[in-house]
């Protein structure tokens, strides 16, 4: 069973909290991971753990702590002149998720653009319910939804997390495309966060 993911506006702080784009409050020695050319990596969501532990039915996931979640997608939020990854598997450079079993002191990391407005997309509050397996939209855990051609190579691989298109947020992976962090449930259960792989799929 994997987790659904809905989002929505709010005028409250979501500081410290469970929620998707904005700034990432991380650990204070956690820095805000950057891709190869020293840019820093899109800030996609901060996830605490114990929000999901009650859809995470199989206990995949620790039960406390969060998860960050950064991958470069300036040019498919609109950059055209930002690096693409491209379709199939991106270099481990492009994508990151940090996890943490302590969130007691979080710093908030604020990244502004010349004209001091926000190099980021507004904050938005996160709910979750339930999702197929394989169902499509923003959702944690469960497989892919596109599966043709790759089922082989999403065997013994859970997708961590996936990210559909958006028009409201001028999210496009080419055509009709869709990306997953994927790992292992050996890495999984391991808390090696490090060993996830990135997969971009487009029709």
Not at 31 to 39: A, L, R, T
Not at 62 to 84: N, S
Not at 94 to 111: A, G, N, R, W
Request: glycine residues 8%; aromatic residues 14%.
């Amino acid at each position: 069973m994997a987790i659904r993911i809905t989002t929505k506006h709010t005028e409250e702080s979501l500081v410290g909290k469970t929620h998707w784009w904005g700034f990432p409050d991380m650990p204070i020695d956690n820095e805000w991971p950057c891709g190869e050319d020293g840019e820093l990596l899109t800030f996609i969501c901060q996830i605490r753990l114990e929000d999901i532990a009650p859809y995470d039915l199989e206990g995949l996931l620790p039960p406390k702590g969060m998860l960050w979640f950064f991958a470069d997608l300036d040019y498919f939020l609109g950059d055209i002149d930002a690096p693409c990854g491209g379709i199939g598997e991106w270099q481990k450079e492009c994508y990151k998720v940090v996890y943490s079993p302590d969130i007691t002191q979080l710093y908030t990391h604020e990244y502004y653009w010349e004209d001091g407005s926000p190099a980021v997309l507004d904050a938005e509050e996160i709910e979750f319910g339930f999702a197929e397996d394989s169902e499509y939209r923003l959702k944690l855990l469960g497989q892919p939804s596109m599966t043709e051609g790759y089922e082989n190579e999403n065997e013994g691989l859970v997708s961590l997390l996936q990210l559909d298109e958006e028009e409201r947020w001028n999210l496009r992976f080419f055509d009709c495309g869709m990306i997953n962090f994927m790992i292992s449930l050996d890495s999984l259960a391991a808390l090696d966060f490090d060993d996830v792989s990135l997969k971009l799929q487009s029709l």
